[in-house]
C-alpha cells in the first residue's frame, strides 16, 4: 500500500544557496560563460584557452612576459576600490600588530613607487 506524504520540494526550495558576493563580479556584467570565485583561477582557465579574462596588472605581467597570456585590448582600468588598514581606536596595538602595520605600510609605498600602466576611463 502506498502512501502519500505530500509533495516534494524541489532540493533549491529546501536548501538555501551558499555563493560569492556578486559585488565583485558585478562591475561588468557579462551574459554568460564561468563564473569563477578567484582570479587566480580565471587566470588560468584564459590561459588554458578557455576564453578571456580581466585581471589586475600586477598579478597578470608575469604570465604576459612568459607567454602564457596576450593582452586583447590597450584598455587599462584604475582599480574600482580601495584597502584600508584599521583597528579599534580604543585599543593599543600590539608589538606584532604595530611590526605588521609597518611592513603593510611599506609594501604599500613600493607598489606606488612602481612604474605601471596609465590609466583610462570611458563615459557612459
Not at 6 to 30: D, F, K, N, T
Amino acid at each position: 500500500m502506498k502512501r502519500c506524504i505530500g509533495r516534494i520540494s524541489p532540493p533549491c526550495q529546501q536548501y538555501e544557496l551558499v555563493h560569492r558576493s556578486q559585488s565583485v563580479s558585478s562591475i561588468m556584467a557579462w551574459t554568460k560563460g564561468m563564473d569563477l570565485g578567484y582570479i587566480s583561477l580565471a587566470m588560468q582557465a584564459a590561459a588554458a584557452d578557455q576564453g578571456v579574462a580581466i585581471g589586475w596588472h600586477r598579478m597578470i605581467t608575469p604570465m604576459l612576459a612568459r607567454g602564457e597570456l596576450m593582452r586583447l585590448t590597450d584598455l587599462i582600468f584604475a582599480a574600482p576600490g580601495t584597502y584600508y588598514l584599521t583597528w579599534n581606536r580604543t585599543r593599543k596595538l600590539s608589538p606584532a600588530a604595530l611590526l605588521l602595520r609597518e611592513w603593510i605600510h611599506e609594501q604599500a609605498a613600493i607598489e606606488r613607487a612602481q612604474p605601471g600602466p596609465e590609466s583610462c576611463s570611458i563615459e557612459p
